[in-house]
């Protein structure tokens, strides 16, 4: 089971808010729809996310993967 740790990384960047994290996104020219944070930050979809959103966040946040996801491998 994959399980995303957006929010924890959101929270130590100060970031409170979806909306606010798109616009710093959005300005760091990082295009991200505001559904598709949604969804990482719910759980949904994440094992089936675009591989070009998830080099987005590890650039923006300055992150490995296993920052961005907490892997459990025996569900995997």
């Known amino acids: 089971m994959v399980t995303s740790r ?3 990384l959101m ?4 970031i409170r808010s979806i909306s606010e994290l798109y616009r710093c ?21 994440v094992n089936k996310m675009n591989f070009d959103t998830i080099l ?3 650039k923006f946040f ?3 993967l296993t920052d961005l996801f907490e ?3 025996d569900t995997v």
Do not use: F, H, V
Request: proline share 0%.
């Open 6 to 8: 957006l929010r924890i």
């Open 11 to 14: 929270a130590e960047n100060k």
């Open 25 to 45: 996104l959005d300005q760091s020219n990082l295009y991200i729809s505001r559904q598709t944070l949604q969804r990482i930050t719910q759980d949904e979809g």
């Open 71 to 73: 892997i459990d491998w």
């Open 56 to 58: 987005k966040l590890m």
């Open 62 to 64: 300055n992150c490995s």
